[in-house]
């Protein structure tokens, strides 16, 4: 078993154990077992791992899993969760600006990643608002008609 194998499985069992609030909670914990990463590292395994921040009950950010069942299910799960975060959106010339509740921004930012709507380039996350590029105005104005329809939902 690889380094990077055995680290994913030691982050899994650490954010699958206990609430973990951040980057360095999980830098922290991941000391403890024996694994000294930098933050880049860290970054790029959460990324693969799918590990996303999202708000508890109280309105503190986690690191969860998304549950699998597939891709189908999967992106099901992800498109039942945009309506509990989403507030409202906008757009200007090829961007989106969604908003969302308080810690809101990074789930809806990475459901959108993992979507992966042919009309988005990409997106950047705050803490309450998502800003979507489009890769062109008649994208802005699908994805704009998406995500509004998950308003209403």
């Known amino acids: 078993m690889s380094d990077k194998h055995q680290r994913h499985q030691a982050i899994r069992e650490i954010v699958t154990a206990a609430t973990v609030a951040s980057q360095d909670d999980l830098r922290r914990q991941l000391a403890k077992r024996g694994w000294d990463v930098t933050q880049s590292t860290l970054s790029r395994d959460l990324r693969e ?19 699998h069942g597939g891709d189908d299910e999967e992106r099901a799960q992800l498109e039942r ?37 042919p009309d988005v380039a990409g997106t950047i996350a705050g803490d ?26």
């Open 49 to 67: 791992l799918r590990l996303a921040r999202i708000p508890d009950a109280q309105g503190r950010s986690r690191y969860a899993f998304p549950d």
């Open 81 to 117: 969760m945009l309506p509990q975060l989403l507030t409202e959106v906008e757009g200007v010339q090829v961007l989106v600006v969604a908003r969302t509740i308080k810690s809101g921004a990074q789930p809806v930012a990475e459901a959108l990643d993992q979507l992966e709507w």
């Open 128 to 153: 309450d608002t998502v800003l979507i590029i489009c890769r062109s105005t008649d994208g802005r104005e699908r994805v704009l008609k998406r995500l509004s329809a998950y308003l209403r939902a």
